[in-house]
């Protein structure tokens, strides 16, 4: 699905409220006080970023939407922030090249990726030794999230187990992952219930 339609409205007040409780629980689960370099994957319009700016000399922040980054880039100018650089690139299809990170997050983007491995094999490839993975995404559910979007064709959520089993045969160790967080959003006039996971794991 293209986000870049959405990218003028993107930053509502429920994503806003939802990206703060995201944000605090990346920033609990990182282990270190300050990271030399990161990156955000599939970073929106910044959302989860702007809340972590003390922990990191310089973010890297990556968005394949173009909408996506044009917001991003209005919202550095307006705030600015001088530690936040924007990358539009698809990580997925172009990688990134002659760059590495000392911790890499993303939130709710992971289920939009159909080679899950092969991205997670991307991310161990751009960390540095004992570097951080941290993600945010849907615990399994039965395909009422994206009802809305019916153009969506990614993954209804992961179960933790089989996310875990993936991540050791990269090579991850430490590996954690657990509920932190319960929602709700209507459709159509019906409820969906849904809840999040926070996956940490060291190169």
Not at 79 to 96: F, K, W
């Amino acid at each position: 699905m293209s986000f870049d339609m959405y990218a003028d409205e993107w930053d509502t007040e429920a994503r806003v409220k939802r990206a703060k409780c995201i944000s605090d629980e990346i920033g609990r689960v990182l282990t270190r006080e300050k990271y030399e370099t990161a990156m955000e994957f599939g970073c929106g319009t910044g959302l989860i970023s702007f809340n972590l700016l003390d922990r990191f000399e310089k973010a890297t922040l990556v968005d394949s939407s173009t909408g996506m980054i044009d917001v991003l880039h209005k919202k550095i100018l307006k705030y600015n922030v001088d530690n936040i650089e924007p990358l539009h690139v698809d990580v997925t299809s172009q990688g990134i090249q002659n760059r590495t990170f000392d911790a890499i997050y993303s939130s709710l983007v992971l289920h939009h990726i159909v080679g899950i491995e092969d991205i997670l094999r991307e991310f161990y490839n751009l960390l540095n030794e004992d570097g951080e993975l941290c993600i945010v995404d849907i615990d399994e559910e039965d395909g009422r999230f994206h009802r809305k979007y019916p153009e969506f064709d990614g993954h209804n959520g992961f179960n933790h187990d089989e996310l875990r089993g993936i991540l050791e045969s990269l090579g991850y160790k430490d590996i954690e992952i657990r509920t932190f967080y319960n929602g709700e959003k209507t459709f159509e006039g019906e409820k969906i219930d849904y809840s999040l996971f926070v996956l940490r794991a060291q190169k």
